[in-house]
């Protein structure tokens, strides 16, 4: 993720704004496996991991062929690389795709396989893996406020100012509501 940032700021290619959001919930979502906040890491960790596979195969379909590319994703990288399109607007589109879009099939991919064979109390665990992401992403919000969209756009810092910690209790229950 790292290197594909570098290389679009390098380019200024806006696309990076959602990038560096993702590589910070990423980031905190490892940090939480290492420390053993899940109920099965390793589960937590192959979905990450099929999650993020998802992404970069829509941005290899999208560069290769944007036509190819699912609606989604065309409209969020398209509008990514508008310069009218505000900074918060380029990551939500991102955000949006990304969960409501690939999120389902990467806990499709990795529950279709096993499901018959959960019992009701592995069930229940990966549920709660999966909504303790949330509580993750919350507790990353003002991060992402902070490292990436004040850098990408300086004028959002007096809107955190002026909003205090509501902008990130609207963003936090929003990105919830989406993986719900």
């Known amino acids: 993720m790292q290197q594909q940032i570098a290389a679009w700021e390098a380019a200024a ?33 192959d979905l990450l991991g099929r999650f993020a596979e998802y992404y970069f195969t829509a941005l290899d379909e999208y560069d290769a062929d944007a036509g190819a590319t699912p609606a989604v994703w065309r409209l969020a990288h398209d509008q990514a690389l508008h310069h009218h399109t ?32 959960l019992t009701p109390t592995l069930r229940e665990a990966r549920f709660a893996d999966h909504c303790h992401v949330n509580a993750i992403i919350g507790r990353t919000i003002d ?16 809107v955190d100012k002026l909003l205090g910690p509501l902008d990130e209790l609207i963003a936090s229950r929003l990105i919830a509501d989406w993986r719900d």
């Open 13 to 45: 290619d806006p696309r990076a704004v959602f990038l560096d959001c993702y590589r910070c919930m990423t980031e905190n979502v490892l940090a939480a496996i290492d420390g053993g906040e899940f109920n099965d890491a390793a589960w937590v960790s």
């Open 86 to 117: 505000a900074v918060l607007q380029k990551m939500l589109l991102g955000i949006n795709a990304h969960i409501n879009y690939d999120l389902v099939f990467a806990l499709s991919d990795l529950l279709a396989p096993e499901w018959e064979q």
């Open 143 to 158: 991060t992402v406020q902070d490292d990436v969209i004040d850098r990408y756009s300086p004028l959002m810092v007096l």
